[in-house]
Every structure is written in C-alpha cells, then in structure tokens.
C-alpha cells in the first residue's frame, strides 16, 4: 500500500511570502498524485493533479507542484501568499486495488498567513 | 450545477441510536467513499463502492454500514456499535478510470455530535 507523508502540520507565512507545502509519497509506479484545499466546516476542493506529462502543474489560485520521480515529492508552492490562503492542505495519491481505485491522503498541513 | 450533496450539515445523536448521514452525486460517478475526518488525522476511509450493489471495507469500517442501491446514492449509517461517533464525516465520488487517474469530489461533509 501507498503512504503520503506531509512534513509540517502547520506552516505560518507572512502575507505577500513564499508559500511551500512538501509532499513525498512512496510508490513502486508512476502515481497519480494531487493536492486539495479544504476551508473550515467545508468538504476538499481540487487544486491540481499531476497524471502524465509536464511535471510542473499548475492548479487554481496561482498555486502550482512539481513532480520530482526522483525525490518521490510532489511538494505545492505559490509565490505570493493571500490571507485568503489559509486553510488546510491534502496532498494525496491514487492507487487500485484489488476492488477497484482507491485514495491515499495525507495528515495535512495547516497554512496560517499573518498579515 | 453538477456536485454532491450531504445532509444533514449538522446531526446530533444520543447515545444508542443509529443515524443515517445522505450523500447524493448527480455527477453520474461509478465510485463513492465515505471518510471519517477528526482533528489532525486527515481523512480515514470507512467504506467504498465502486459498482451499484456492492461496496468494500475501509481502514475504519467497524460501527458502520452503507447501502448502495442507486448510483447516485451512498447513504451511511452510524450504528450504536461505533463508540466514538463524533467526527466530521466527507463523501466523495469520482470517475471510474482504468488507469485510476481521475480525481475525487467532494461534499460539504456532515458533522455529528453526540449528546
């Protein structure tokens, strides 16, 4: 089985910084891997997915991964941070099983943005 | 709008009683999954279907049950045998791909308490 691990629970910014959330999964095939965000009290919304193809992925609200096969890391950056980045962020990586696809996700990180 | 709809947004419960936590999709996904969020944990999985009429086991199954009689339906049951209820609970649904490349949505998730 896959595991996803997020290093950092919680990482603070200062607004207008540098936002970067590491991701490494462990995987023996090339994954399928994405990020999503999720607000208090709402369900997780899909920032972006890496599948085939360019290994610098771009999702929604400027933030963008890398796909490193080499680190195993799929690490999600953003050049600027809002206030309205904050949230919690998955990182997550799909897989079949003998049922069928399933979903591993990491613990998740925290992102606080101070003004 | 396409999505998936839970309800209800909050569920109280006593202690004994089971409850019925709705997850609807009209995304006309083949896949749906029910986790289990608590404070720091990320997400665990209870259960998942891939196909009408039949669904597997989670990491967490125990002191629960699901029915999927309808593709666009995956109701979740909290049974009284589930002694730690309390948890914010995600559907999610995605499309059946034989590279398991595609992504999951979500609902807005269900909070239950006990009371």
């Known amino acids: 089985a896959q595991s996803v691990t997020q290093l950092g629970s919680h990482v603070s910014v200062s607004e207008g910084a540098l936002v970067l959330l590491r991701c490494n999964y462990s995987s023996s095939v090339p994954p399928y891997l994405f990020w999503y965000v999720q607000y208090p009290n709402q369900g997780l919304q899909l920032l972006l997915k890496?599948?085939?193809?360019?290994?610098l992925v771009k999702g929604i609200n400027g933030f963008e991964a890398e796909f490193k096969k080499s680190e195993t890391s799929f690490h999600l950056t953003k050049p600027s941070a809002h206030m309205s980045d904050a949230a919690e962020y998955f990182c997550a990586v799909s897989e079949l099983d003998n049922y069928g696809q399933n979903f591993v996700f990491g613990p998740g990180t925290r992102l606080s943005v101070l003004p | 709008d396409g999505g998936i709809t839970q309800s209800p947004k909050y569920l109280f419960r006593k202690e004994g009683q089971n409850v019925t936590l709705s997850c609807e999709q009209n995304?006309?996904?083949?896949?749906m999954y029910w986790y289990r969020q608590d404070p720091g944990q990320g997400l665990r999985l209870i259960y998942y279907s891939q196909i009408v009429n039949d669904f597997q086991k989670g990491d967490i199954a125990e002191g629960y049950s699901v029915s999927r009689e309808k593709k666009e339906s995956f109701p979740l049951t909290v049974t009284s045998a589930q002694k730690n209820p309390t948890a914010f609970y995600l559907c999610?649904?995605?499309?059946?791909?034989?590279?398991?490349?595609?992504?999951?949505?979500f609902g807005d998730g269900t909070r239950l308490s006990i009371l």
């Open positions: 999610a649904s995605s499309q059946d791909s034989p590279i398991n490349n595609q992504p999951q949505h």
């Open positions: 890496y599948t085939t193809g360019a290994t």
């Open positions: 995304l006309n996904h083949d896949a």
